[in-house]
């Protein structure tokens, strides 16, 4: 078995110190917010999705109720044309939507990164276990850039001809 060089060891004593402390709480600070970001991008998009397939069932269901009618009336059918034309100008609707899409995919999204989220904490809060969970976070950013930036040990796509 060959023995580590001194100065090998005296690098690590010096590395897993104050430099990997730092490194970890600036580990946990970039992981809360790239979390914080997904949750507010993909709250964002889901916000628009929600609202135009929502929309997009209110204007059938309304359109089909104002198109039908049992009773042959002209007041009737100008009840229903008013009413059918303040329901399409009525924007609050969108409102309702978009709030309801962006709660969603902000929440789904952070609730996927609480394990991260939660390593983060430690590694701000917590000296030696701050350390230990910085490095968890290290190898949670090489994985993520080795498998899903660059594409290594992902799955390729079979051409069906």
């Known amino acids: 078995m060959s023995k580590i060089p001194a100065s090998v060891t005296t690098a ?3 590395f897993s110190g104050k430099p ?3 490194m970890s709480k600036a580990l946990g600070v970039a992981t809360v917010a790239a979390v914080i970001y997904d949750s ?3 709250g964002r998009e889901r916000a628009y999705s929600l609202d135009e397939t929502e ?3 209110r204007f059938y269901n309304q359109y089909k109720q104002y198109m039908t009618s049992e009773k042959e009336s002209a007041t009737i059918s100008k009840l229903k044309k008013l009413w059918f034309n303040f329901q399409q100008d009525f924007s609050y609707y969108h409102i309702g939507s978009r709030l309801k ?3 969603i995919g902000f929440g789904e999204t952070l609730i996927k990164g609480l394990p991260l989220v939660a390593l983060s904490a430690v ?3 917590f000296k030696t276990a701050g350390k230990l969970a910085g490095t968890l976070l290290a190898a949670n ?3 993520t850039l080795l498998y ?3 594409g290594i040990g992902a799955k390729k796509a079979e051409r069906k001809y």
């Open 148 to 150: 899903d930036v660059f």
């Open 12 to 14: 690590v004593k010096k």
């Open 40 to 42: 507010h991008i993909n």
């Open 123 to 125: 590694a701000l809060k």
């Open 141 to 143: 950013g090489i994985k």
């Open 20 to 22: 990997m402390g730092v």
């Open 101 to 103: 899409g962006y709660l």
């Open 55 to 57: 929309s997009a069932d």
